[in-house]
């Protein structure tokens, strides 16, 4: 695991499951740190999410070597007596321990900040919930769907006028809620180089996504008129919209103030500027959805590749709507490194997604496929000092499994 990187050096136990969390150690292993990942003798859940719907369904577990790629691999039985002093090795290890485990059983399992710290102060203890340490729904289990995008307000904004709450892109929240959680070990560990002292550092879910939707959420702190949801046919405002390109491509167009007399003249229709029915603010807010069909019609009647041009020429901020079929092969994601190879996870998974962040003149960590269910075991517990005699004593008593040979 030697790595001559930003976090070279730097050991983390990552004992979260799904997402967040994991994703948050993926970033820090991205850049070079040592990522134990721990999980139950039968494996997490995660590990199938690949066979489980609405998940897209393949024979690759690509969920689970996105959120565990470059980490070894530990299995343990917690609530095992014997496993007590492989968690108070692996604290006494680790500069930074992820959990996500609900508090209640974290309490039981005695694995909450208090039952570890005295193990090793340095420790940066990264704590991540569905809705936070306190008030009367912090020991509810949560989701993204729950916490992140429902409780946040989020899910009541993303959607048209007259339908339903929809269901979200999976990850979508774990994943921004992972990038608060490592900036959060991260800030801790400059702290640590200036105290020497660990530190206890928490997100949630919930947190994460009033956060995402502050804009909205601080908006209604102050008693601000809202327009309502958003209505493509009768928006708020036209030249802020979703149209269509004669090729059927949706794209979102999002012309400001001092971009509207150029977009004008750039799309064929300079008289919109002086027609009396927009040219006045107050007729203009009355007869938007007569101008949202001229646009229609317009957009209409050339494909997006003409739109491309068309918008681009005038420096206007436009994107065409992608499915992730179309995205994996846009040549900006290659060639900014956001999509990157990954070696041995086996079957049609070649490639795999690079955490956001980018630091010029520093490599990242070439991908490697996520570990076997407790695959490094014995590496491991040797690393940690155990012996010969220990490691069978904890074999024996279940604590570790003996892993022969697991399938990913």
């Known amino acids: 695991m030697a790595s001559n990187n930003i976090f ?38 995660w590990r199938h999410a690949h066979n489980a719907p609405p998940q897209p369904v393949s024979e690759d577990a690509y969920p689970w ?21 492989v968690l108070e090795k692996l604290v006494k290890w680790a500069d930074v321990l992820i959990v996500n485990t609900p508090h209640p059983a974290r309490a039981r399992l005695k694995l909450e900040y208090d039952d570890v710290i005295a193990w090793n102060p340095r420790l940066i203890y990264a704590d991540i919930t569905g809705f936070g340490d306190k008030g009367p729904d912090a020991n509810l289990p949560g989701f993204d ?51 020497g002292e660990g530190a206890h550092v928490t997100t949630s879910l919930l947190a994460e996504g009033v956060w ?62 002086t027609d009396p029915r927009f040219s006045d ?13 001229i646009l229609d019609e317009v ?23 992608r499915a992730p079929h179309e995205v994996i092969d846009d040549p900006q994601l290659h060639a900014n490194n956001i999509i990157v190879p990954i ?16 630091v010029h003149g520093v490599d990242k960590v070439s991908a490697k496929r996520a570990p076997k269910i407790g695959e490094h075991n014995e590496e491991i517990l040797r690393q940690l000092e155990f012996s010969v005699a220990d490691i069978d004593e904890l074999y024996a008593s279940g604590a570790i499994p003996k892993v022969e040979d697991h399938a990913v």
Not at 67 to 77: S, T
Not at 162 to 190: E, F, K, R
């Open 281 to 293: 603010p107050a007729k203009l807010m009355v007869n938007m959805p007569q101008l949202t069909a």
């Open 145 to 195: 769907i729950t916490s992140y995008w429902a409780r946040s307000g989020l899910l009541s904004m993303t959607r048209d006028a007259g339908a339903p709450p929809t269901w979200p892109v999976a990850g979508s929240g774990d994943n921004a809620t992972a990038m608060g959680l490592y900036s959060a070990i991260v800030t801790a560990l400059y702290r640590r180089e200036r105290t």
């Open 8 to 45: 070279s050096g730097l050991k983390v136990v990552d004992m979260a499951s799904f997402i967040a969390g994991p994703s948050a150690a993926v970033i820090l292993s991205d850049f070079g740190a040592d990522v134990i990942k721990v999980e139950p003798p039968s494996g997490e859940l």
């Open 343 to 358: 070696e041995g996870a086996g079957g049609k998974l070649t490639s795999t997604i690079s955490s956001p962040i980018q």
């Open 299 to 321: 957009f209409g009647s050339q494909p997006m590749e003409h739109w491309y041009n068309v918008f681009n020429g005038v420096h206007v901020t436009f994107g065409a709507v």
């Open 65 to 85: 070597h996105l959120n565990n790629r470059n980490k070894r691999g530990m299995a343990i039985d917690l609530k095992s007596p014997s496993a007590r002093p």
């Open 212 to 273: 995402s939707a502050s804009v909205s959420i601080q908006a209604a702190l102050c008693d601000a008129k809202f327009f309502g949801l958003h209505d493509r046919k009768n928006p708020a405002n036209a030249a802020m919209n979703v149209y269509r390109s004669a090729d059927d491509t949706w794209f979102v167009l999002v012309v400001t103030s001092d971009k509207l007399a150029a977009v004008a003249m750039a799309i064929g229709r300079p008289d919109l500027l």
